[in-house]
């Protein structure tokens, strides 16, 4: 899975990239700093199952701190988007084909509503233009493909079938695009919408295939609290998240140089190291004043557009159901990101296509009971996959 960090230029976009996986990229409070797309890491955060178990956990693919599991997940930062993108305004279409491979959005807006859709000093400006500019030009573009392609899909008698092949690069499958057809009651047999109902199935694919969560961005600045709630006006309460990425990169940054003690999400912050100059303690004061009354918002972002949004949940794969192992005798290595509804099948495929290939049945290692194949998975499970293979 994919998540892509979205919005329009000097929203703070590469700064919450910044902050969510310690990578340095350019950052400056003018339009189009970023002009290639940034990939990185970023690490959710659940609860994990050694606290459960009464065991010490050995993670192997992810990292865990006082019982809290932190699993890696990919991000990638991308231009930013200006009305017209569409069209080819801005970073236009290499914006557009960046996302492309994304499964969400994190699109960010600025909540103290001092720059414009184009990233311009601004006073007072509507942060919830911020966040309808990216979504409109998404359907926009969306049903730009769609109407290059209308001779063709006029001629299929299958048209989500049609649509799926023209769509294939998009990550949008033929059952979202089934279920956008049947939602705005379009025919779908020798597909000939007009541009109305293009757009109307565009933006009902959109919210299918590339769902959303905003970042109400600078929530450390005065006045964005009031914008903040705009905003969950516009989108709902659980699609808004207020934030300050701008505080949340320094603290991280001190606490790499080993100046304070940081965890990201918990709330706290201890300094570590004495005799920091005293604008850099003044500095450290605010923020930590400011974290213990608000919290950075940060880490909650991408918790809830992993595990709310995308619906994910973990499961912990063993080799020894009795000791939670695997045959090294690390004891729950790795933490797993599966979509829920998902089968101990689905498990196996993930781990490796030999070990699903091979699969005979698999063991609830909490219960110590045999499972089926078709298993549905719950959140925090620790299962052992029985296979006539063993993974290459």
């Known amino acids: 899975m994919l998540v892509g960090i979205v919005g329009a230029p ?10 969510l996986t310690s990578i340095d990229v350019q950052i400056a409070d003018y339009p189009f700093t970023t002009i290639k797309p940034n990939m990185g890491v970023a690490y959710v955060t659940k609860r994990c199952a050694d606290t459960e178990l009464h065991v010490k956990c050995n993670p192997k693919n992810s990292m865990c701190a006082d019982g809290i599991r932190m699993i890696p997940v990919k991000l990638i930062d991308v231009a930013g988007l200006v009305e017209g993108a569409h069209s080819g305004r801005g970073m236009g279409n290499q914006f557009l084909s960046d996302i492309a491979a994304a499964d969400a959005l994190i699109i960010v807006a600025d909540a103290s509503g001092k720059t414009d859709t184009n990233g311009n000093p601004c006073s007072g400006c509507d942060p919830a233009k911020d966040v309808s500019v990216i979504i409109d030009e998404m359907v926009a573009w969306l049903a730009g493909i ?18 799926a092949a023209v769509l294939a690069g998009l990550r949008i499958t033929e059952a979202q695009i089934s279920d956008s057809i049947a939602k705005c009651n379009l025919p779908s047999s020798g597909i000939s919408w007009d541009e109305s109902e293009t757009l109307r199935f565009s933006r009902e694919l959109l919210s299918r295939s590339k769902p959303f969560l905003v970042a109400a961005n600078k929530s450390d600045v005065h006045g964005s609290a009031s914008n903040t709630e705009k905003l969950k006006a516009a989108f709902g309460p659980e699609r808004v998240i207020a934030c300050s990425a701008a505080v949340e990169l320094a603290l991280r940054k001190a606490e790499r140089q080993g100046i304070i003690s940081y ?26 004043k400011f974290v213990e009354e608000h919290g950075t918002g940060v ?51 993930a781990i490796h296509t030999d070990l699903a290939n091979g699969m ?8 110590k009971m045999r499972i089926a194949k078709d298993r549905v998975l719950n959140d925090n499970d620790v299962i052992k996959i029985v296979s006539s293979a063993k993974p290459k």
Do not use: C, W
């Open 146 to 163: 769609i109407s290059s392609h209308s001779k063709e899909l006029s001629r299929s008698k299958d048209g989500a079938k049609a649509l």
């Open 360 to 367: 005979l049945y698999a063991i609830d290692a909490r219960k």
């Open 263 to 288: 965890n990201a999400g918990s709330g706290t912050v201890k300094v570590t190291k004495a005799g920091i100059p005293r604008e850099q303690a003044d500095a450290l004061n605010y923020m930590t």
């Open 10 to 19: 000097n929203k703070g976009k590469s700064t919450l990239f910044s902050a």
């Open 299 to 349: 880490q909650q972002i991408i918790d809830r557009i992993y595990f709310d949004i995308l619906d994910n949940i973990v499961v912990y794969p063993v080799e020894d159901e009795n000791r939670y192992t695997d045959s090294m005798g690390n004891v729950l290595p790795d933490a797993i990101l599966l979509k829920r509804g998902s089968t101990a099948f689905d498990l196996a495929s």
